[in-house]
């Protein structure tokens, strides 16, 4: 199937690269179909993806894997909450947060109290409010990253 896209123009997707997602993104929530796309031209490993709706082309967040930001990322979410999207265990669940990145650089941030729960088993996901009263909506990443790309 070829979709348009926001960044890469017209991608050709096979099925199983589609994640359904049947309550859809907050704020966006009539648009359930989704993939994960890299950008595969550029030179040095980049751990940003853009997670992109096969309906609208102009629907691409950039997104990454929380684990990279925040080393003790462990999201306390209700059971029943994830009950949709099959059953998930450590080998099959894929954690993805969405990223704000403005102009300045420095003021880069993501949610990391609405994460996108995935499923690679069925591809199915949702994106939930976690529990954890200490996870931000906007926590600052740049010195972060920095840190990390000089180590």
């Known amino acids: 199937m070829l979709v348009k896209t926001r960044y890469f123009g017209e991608v050709d997707l096979t099925d199983d ?3 359904t997602l049947e309550k859809g993104l907050m704020g966006f929530d009539e648009y359930k179909r989704y993939t994960i796309l890299y ?3 550029k030179e040095e490993g980049t751990n940003i993806s853009w997670f992109q709706s ?3 082309p102009s629907l691409a967040l950039p997104v ?3 684990l990279i930001v925040k080393e003790d990322y462990n999201p306390v979410v209700e059971d029943e909450l994830l009950a949709g999207i099959g059953e998930i265990n450590e080998e099959n669940m894929v954690i993805l947060i969405t990223m704000t990145v403005p102009a300045d650089l420095k003021e880069m941030t993501v949610n990391l109290k609405a994460p996108i729960i995935i499923n690679a088993d069925t591809r199915k996901g949702i ?3 976690v529990e954890n009263q ?4 906007k926590y600052k990443i740049y ?3 920095k840190n990390k790309k000089e180590a």
């Not at 200490?134 to 909506?137: A, H, I, Q, S």
């Open 17 to 19: 690269k589609i994640i």
């Open 39 to 41: 950008d595969c031209e």
């Open 54 to 56: 096969v309906d609208e």
């Open 64 to 66: 990454i894997n929380p």
């Open 127 to 129: 994106q939930l409010i």
């Open 134 to 137: 200490d996870y931000e909506v």
């Open 143 to 145: 010195d972060v990253l």
